[in-house]
């Protein structure tokens, strides 16, 4: 579904990623681990659009996103959350989730400002999608709380929601268990999950819980200073020498 | 327990997502709009009409359209004045040069407006916050200097033009009371499709923008349009609004009318009033038309006839008095306030 | 060409006065990360209250005490305005600076005065020549001065110790807090700097304008040089000013009477878009990087 072929990028004289190149199945749930500064959040805002890489491509589907308008590769369907959370804050829950929606609408300047009609009815019909969604994730109480006066942990639910309800075929999760409890990371685990067997979302996450990447990923992949030291499934990393060197340590064998 | 939510059950979204979800909000406004369209002009004077409530609307206009651009779409703009003045200038030359029938011309200047706010927004493309906020000062400048040298513009050397008398579809608008329908009319027009814009999908991605910018390209708002957008249609506001207090309040399309005081009156507004307030815009508007009144009447009650330049400064201290104070207390200004009154309300006489 | 030259060096003379205005601004935000709009209305104040000083006190008194007035005016302003907004976003901050001018305007004009008043400091404005130019006396002066305080406040910021408190101040406030720098007075100290800044600006200023609302607008014209010089740099502050003294003067009179004149309004402000779309963060200043 993704091709990731040969990415190099650098801020300033970092090397962020040195030829890094993956491939992303269809349905699956891929996990992209590495100690800090490996190039991980890197490489999601590359494929994101966030960053324009200096040499390499990127194909979704068969189309090459960075020669794309940046903002015209979420319409492609690729969604993602953020490690330092990136909600609207002076928005509602509601209204973040919906703006989640926004690349779905149609109605043009002048029918959103006449409203009754078209731009109604299709407001409406998009409340409905966000609200299953608020079902989904079970937020319904703080709807209309604005979401900067929310906590941590339900900031991080609702930024999922926002992702969600932009129904993508690809979803990027940059951390979102950072800062969790152990509940919360079970319930984010089981989002996760049902996403990807009810809604048929494939999910690439950044993560660094190796319990939640062993549990839930299909495959994973392992990044290092820049480059690609290991992919397989969990089972296989696990047991790979230079992943456990690098990031894992001798304890993960145990 | 008059005034209450509880057993006001919104069955359908499109109950929960109306103007006025709260039935006696809803009375509310029908009222003041019933007092507004059929009450004002038979109940107050001329002067009221004239001096006061046709600025009023005026001046709540063109904050409106400042705050869809600073207060929706967070990108600051310090020379708002110029576009008013853009389209006081342009809907005369339409009006009084080419005969264009009065509505159009007042529908035309906002549109040129539109246009010349569109240019100057192309720098928040590339710059950002303070750098940003100066760069609007440029439009002040550079729009003020081309409306008073370019001879085909300004006519004359002082570059003031005046307004012929105006007429719709035959009928002449020549007494308070017509011209107060006209604004009034426009106002409200412009008002209610603004109001539209902010809750839809416009709205919603300028506020995107204006949290996090970033956040919101990579969900797929176009800033580029957006941002465009947002200077378009807040200088299209300001260009009406410019337009309407040239015909009906000075008479005349005179740069002096629009300088940059008056840009930094227009953010005043809307600091005190409310920003990302619609009825902020209306509160703020209000505010600063009433002020110079109040201030007025408070000293004579207490015998002081103040010359009116004492009467300027005491203005500008409570003006920035105020800005302050709203900004430390309560950075969603009058909106905000009357917000919380009202929810206060809600659970009167129950304490919570 | 001799002219050109004049012209030039006349533009130059006024940017030193120019940098001054801008270091004002500069200061602050290096050291708060707040834009003082206000600076003009504060340069405007000083020059007032030096012009009723002068009515009762003789010329070093007068100027003693409008420095005293201003440094306690800058120290008030910091903690009653300042202070409780520090955790707010910069638009604040810069919005209640612009709401602070207003309250400097009415406070200063309603207790001295709108009318125009003149300010005479003793320095003449008969030019002189040099090698063949005609020159400002009042200009070099000016010039001078400005340059001198301009210089002693590099060093000030760059060498001494609390001037490395204050960098470390407008860098990160919660790191110089945790190091134990004393971020009230830091702050306070600023403040204090600006505001003498503002009195010297508005001592030149004032003898070369008259001293009347318009001096508040000189801030106006620092600002197209802040930008251009890029907002937190000292020595973008002193580059620019120069550039925008000279090139506006030089615009002015070269380019104006074929466009019907009055274009040093603008002429700093376009010239400032043109080199932001280039480099969106001044000539000199410091990009602000947003992580992700």
Request: proline share 4%; net charge neutral; with cysteine.
């Given at each position: 579904m993704l091709q990731v072929e040969d990415i190099h990028i650098s801020f300033g004289v970092l090397k962020a990623l040195n030829g890094v190149s993956l491939e992303i199945h269809k349905g699956e749930i891929l996990a992209i681990i590495g100690p800090n500064g490996a190039g991980k959040t890197s490489l999601v805002n590359v494929i994101n659009g966030v960053y324009s890489p200096a040499q390499g491509h990127i194909f979704f589907e068969d189309k090459d996103l960075t020669i794309m308008p940046h903002h015209n590769i979420a319409a492609l369907g690729i969604a993602r959350t953020f490690q330092n959370v990136a909600l609207f804050k002076g928005m509602t829950v509601l209204d973040n989730i919906m703006v989640g929606r926004n690349l779905k609408m149609r109605s043009n300047f002048f029918a959103q400002?006449?409203?009754?009609?078209?731009?109604?009815?299709?407001?409406?019909?998009?409340?409905?999608?966000?609200?299953?969604?608020?079902?989904?994730?079970?937020?319904?109480?703080i709807r209309k709380t604005p979401a900067g006066m929310l906590p941590y942990g339900l900031q991080k639910r609702v930024e999922l929601g926002r992702a969600l309800a932009a129904e993508p075929k690809l979803l990027l999760l940059d951390e979102p268990m950072a800062g969790m409890n152990l509940e919360e990371k079970e319930d984010i685990a089981r989002f996760i999950l049902d996403a990807n067997e009810e809604l048929e979302t494939t999910i690439a996450l950044i993560e660094h819980d190796m319990g939640v990447v062993m549990d839930i990923s299909d495959r994973v992949v392992v990044l290092d200073y820049g480059d690609k030291i290991g992919e397989g499934t969990p089972g296989e990393i696990r047991n790979n020498a230079k992943v456990i060197k690098a990031y894992l340590g001798t304890a993960a064998l145990k | 327990m008059i005034y209450r939510e509880c057993g006001m059950f919104k069955a359908t979204y499109g109950a929960d997502m109306a103007i006025f979800p709260i039935p006696l909000d809803r009375w509310g406004i029908i009222f003041i709009l019933i007092v507004a369209f059929i009450g004002m002009p038979f109940l107050a004077s001329d002067y009221w009409l004239s001096s006061i409530l046709i600025p009023f609307l005026v001046f709540s206009l063109a904050a409106l359209g400042l705050n869809f651009l600073t207060g929706y779409a967070g990108q600051l703009s310090l020379g708002h004045a110029a576009f008013m003045a853009v389209g006081a200038y342009t809907s005369l030359i339409l009006y009084g040069r080419y005969d264009v029938p009065l509505l159009l011309s007042l529908l035309g200047g906002g549109l040129v407006a539109a246009a010349v706010g569109a240019v100057f927004g192309i720098p928040s493309l590339r710059i950002k916050g303070f750098y940003l906020a100066v760069s609007s000062l440029a439009a002040q400048f550079i729009i003020e200097w081309v409306l008073t040298h370019w001879k085909w513009v300004s006519g004359g050397v002082f570059?003031?033009?005046?307004?012929?008398?105006?007429?719709?579809?035959?009928?002449?608008?020549?007494?308070?009371?017509?011209?107060y329908y006209l604004v009034l009319c426009f106002v409200v027009l412009l008002t209610i499709f603004g109001k539209n814009l902010v809750r839809g999908q416009l709205g919603r991605a300028w506020m995107a923008i204006r949290d996090m910018d970033v956040a919101a390209e990579i969900i797929g708002i176009s800033l580029f349009r957006h941002k465009l957008l947002a200077f378009a249609v807040s200088?299209?506001?300001?260009?009406?609004?410019g337009g309407l207090i040239a015909f009906t309040y000075y008479g005349a399309a005179n740069i002096e009318a629009f300088n940059l005081m008056v840009s930094f009156h227009l953010l005043g507004m809307i600091i005190i009033g409310g920003m990302g307030s619609v009825l902020g815009s209306f509160f703020g508007g209000g505010f600063i038309t009433l002020l110079p009144i109040f201030i007025n009447q408070f000293s004579r009650s207490f015998g002081a006839v103040l010359k009116s330049d004492l009467l300027a400064c005491i203005?500008?201290?409570?003006?920035?008095?105020?800005?302050?104070?709203?900004?430390?207390?309560?950075?969603?200004?009058?909106?905000?306030?009357?917000?919380?009154?009202?929810?206060?309300?809600?659970?009167?006489?129950?304490?919570? | 060409m001799i002219f050109a030259i004049e012209v030039a060096i006349g533009g130059l003379l006024v940017g030193v006065m120019y940098s001054l205005v801008a270091l004002g601004f500069v200061l602050i935000y290096k050291s708060s990360g707040v834009f003082n709009f206000a600076q003009g209305d504060m340069t405007l104040f000083a020059a007032l209250a030096l012009v009723g000083f002068l009515t009762i006190f003789p010329l070093w008194l007068a100027i003693l005490a409008a420095l005293v007035l201003m440094i306690a005016l800058a120290?008030?302003?910091?903690?009653?305005?300042?202070?409780?907004?520090?955790?707010?976003?910069?638009?604040?901050?810069?919005?209640?600076?612009?709401?602070?001018?207003?309250?400097?305007?009415?406070?200063?004009?309603?207790?001295?005065?709108?009318?125009?008043?003149?300010?005479?400091?003793?320095?003449s404005d008969i030019p002189f020549e040099v090698k063949g130019l005609m020159v400002s006396q009042f200009d070099l002066v000016g010039a001078a001065l400005s340059g001198a305080l301009v210089f002693g406040l590099v060093w000030?910021?760059?060498?001494?110790?609390?001037?490395?408190?204050l960098r470390a101040v407008s860098d990160d406030h919660e790191a110089a807090l945790s190091v134990g720098i004393a971020l009230n007075k830091a702050w306070a100290i600023t403040w204090a700097i600006s505001g003498v800044v503002a009195l010297v600006a508005g001592i030149m200023w004032g003898s070369r304008?008259?001293?009347?609302?318009?001096?508040?607008?000189?801030?106006?014209?620092?600002?197209?040089?802040?930008?251009?010089?890029?907002?937190?740099?000292?020595?973008?502050?002193?580059?620019?000013?120069?550039?925008?003294?000279?090139?506006?003067?030089?615009?002015?009179?070269?380019?104006?009477?074929?466009?019907?004149?009055?274009?040093?309004?603008?002429?700093?402000?376009?010239?400032?878009?043109?080199?932001?779309?280039?480099?969106?963060?001044?000539?000199?200043?410091?990009?602000?990087?947003?992580?992700?």
């Amino acid at each position: 579904m993704l091709q990731v072929e040969d990415i190099h990028i650098s801020f300033g004289v970092l090397k962020a990623l040195n030829g890094v190149s993956l491939e992303i199945h269809k349905g699956e749930i891929l996990a992209i681990i590495g100690p800090n500064g490996a190039g991980k959040t890197s490489l999601v805002n590359v494929i994101n659009g966030v960053y324009s890489p200096a040499q390499g491509h990127i194909f979704f589907e068969d189309k090459d996103l960075t020669i794309m308008p940046h903002h015209n590769i979420a319409a492609l369907g690729i969604a993602r959350t953020f490690q330092n959370v990136a909600l609207f804050k002076g928005m509602t829950v509601l209204d973040n989730i919906m703006v989640g929606r926004n690349l779905k609408m149609r109605s043009n300047f002048f029918a959103q400002g006449i409203y009754w009609g078209f731009a109604q009815r299709e407001e409406i019909r998009h409340r409905e999608v966000v609200e299953r969604v608020i079902d989904w994730l079970e937020i319904e109480h703080i709807r209309k709380t604005p979401a900067g006066m929310l906590p941590y942990g339900l900031q991080k639910r609702v930024e999922l929601g926002r992702a969600l309800a932009a129904e993508p075929k690809l979803l990027l999760l940059d951390e979102p268990m950072a800062g969790m409890n152990l509940e919360e990371k079970e319930d984010i685990a089981r989002f996760i999950l049902d996403a990807n067997e009810e809604l048929e979302t494939t999910i690439a996450l950044i993560e660094h819980d190796m319990g939640v990447v062993m549990d839930i990923s299909d495959r994973v992949v392992v990044l290092d200073y820049g480059d690609k030291i290991g992919e397989g499934t969990p089972g296989e990393i696990r047991n790979n020498a230079k992943v456990i060197k690098a990031y894992l340590g001798t304890a993960a064998l145990k | 327990m008059i005034y209450r939510e509880c057993g006001m059950f919104k069955a359908t979204y499109g109950a929960d997502m109306a103007i006025f979800p709260i039935p006696l909000d809803r009375w509310g406004i029908i009222f003041i709009l019933i007092v507004a369209f059929i009450g004002m002009p038979f109940l107050a004077s001329d002067y009221w009409l004239s001096s006061i409530l046709i600025p009023f609307l005026v001046f709540s206009l063109a904050a409106l359209g400042l705050n869809f651009l600073t207060g929706y779409a967070g990108q600051l703009s310090l020379g708002h004045a110029a576009f008013m003045a853009v389209g006081a200038y342009t809907s005369l030359i339409l009006y009084g040069r080419y005969d264009v029938p009065l509505l159009l011309s007042l529908l035309g200047g906002g549109l040129v407006a539109a246009a010349v706010g569109a240019v100057f927004g192309i720098p928040s493309l590339r710059i950002k916050g303070f750098y940003l906020a100066v760069s609007s000062l440029a439009a002040q400048f550079i729009i003020e200097w081309v409306l008073t040298h370019w001879k085909w513009v300004s006519g004359g050397v002082f570059g003031t033009v005046d307004t012929p008398p105006m007429e719709v579809f035959g009928w002449p608008i020549d007494t308070a009371a017509k011209k107060y329908y006209l604004v009034l009319c426009f106002v409200v027009l412009l008002t209610i499709f603004g109001k539209n814009l902010v809750r839809g999908q416009l709205g919603r991605a300028w506020m995107a923008i204006r949290d996090m910018d970033v956040a919101a390209e990579i969900i797929g708002i176009s800033l580029f349009r957006h941002k465009l957008l947002a200077f378009a249609v807040s200088s299209f506001y300001a260009g009406v609004a410019g337009g309407l207090i040239a015909f009906t309040y000075y008479g005349a399309a005179n740069i002096e009318a629009f300088n940059l005081m008056v840009s930094f009156h227009l953010l005043g507004m809307i600091i005190i009033g409310g920003m990302g307030s619609v009825l902020g815009s209306f509160f703020g508007g209000g505010f600063i038309t009433l002020l110079p009144i109040f201030i007025n009447q408070f000293s004579r009650s207490f015998g002081a006839v103040l010359k009116s330049d004492l009467l300027a400064c005491i203005e500008l201290i409570i003006f920035g008095g105020l800005i302050i104070f709203f900004l430390i207390v309560e950075p969603y200004g009058l909106a905000r306030l009357w917000q919380t009154l009202k929810d206060k309300l809600r659970l009167w006489p129950f304490p919570y | 060409m001799i002219f050109a030259i004049e012209v030039a060096i006349g533009g130059l003379l006024v940017g030193v006065m120019y940098s001054l205005v801008a270091l004002g601004f500069v200061l602050i935000y290096k050291s708060s990360g707040v834009f003082n709009f206000a600076q003009g209305d504060m340069t405007l104040f000083a020059a007032l209250a030096l012009v009723g000083f002068l009515t009762i006190f003789p010329l070093w008194l007068a100027i003693l005490a409008a420095l005293v007035l201003m440094i306690a005016l800058a120290i008030a302003i910091e903690a009653i305005v300042l202070r409780p907004l520090v955790a707010r976003p910069p638009l604040a901050l810069f919005m209640a600076t612009i709401g602070l001018g207003f309250l400097l305007q009415g406070i200063g004009q309603g207790i001295w005065g709108t009318d125009p008043k003149g300010l005479n400091i003793g320095i003449s404005d008969i030019p002189f020549e040099v090698k063949g130019l005609m020159v400002s006396q009042f200009d070099l002066v000016g010039a001078a001065l400005s340059g001198a305080l301009v210089f002693g406040l590099v060093w000030f910021f760059q060498k001494s110790r609390t001037g490395r408190a204050l960098r470390a101040v407008s860098d990160d406030h919660e790191a110089a807090l945790s190091v134990g720098i004393a971020l009230n007075k830091a702050w306070a100290i600023t403040w204090a700097i600006s505001g003498v800044v503002a009195l010297v600006a508005g001592i030149m200023w004032g003898s070369r304008l008259g001293v009347q609302f318009s001096l508040s607008l000189i801030a106006l014209k620092a600002l197209p040089v802040l930008i251009l010089g890029g907002i937190d740099s000292i020595p973008g502050a002193i580059i620019a000013g120069l550039v925008v003294g000279a090139s506006e003067n030089l615009a002015e009179v070269f380019v104006g009477p074929y466009v019907g004149g009055g274009i040093q309004t603008f002429f700093p402000y376009l010239l400032a878009l043109l080199v932001l779309w280039f480099k969106p963060y001044g000539m000199f200043g410091r990009e602000i990087i947003e992580r992700v």
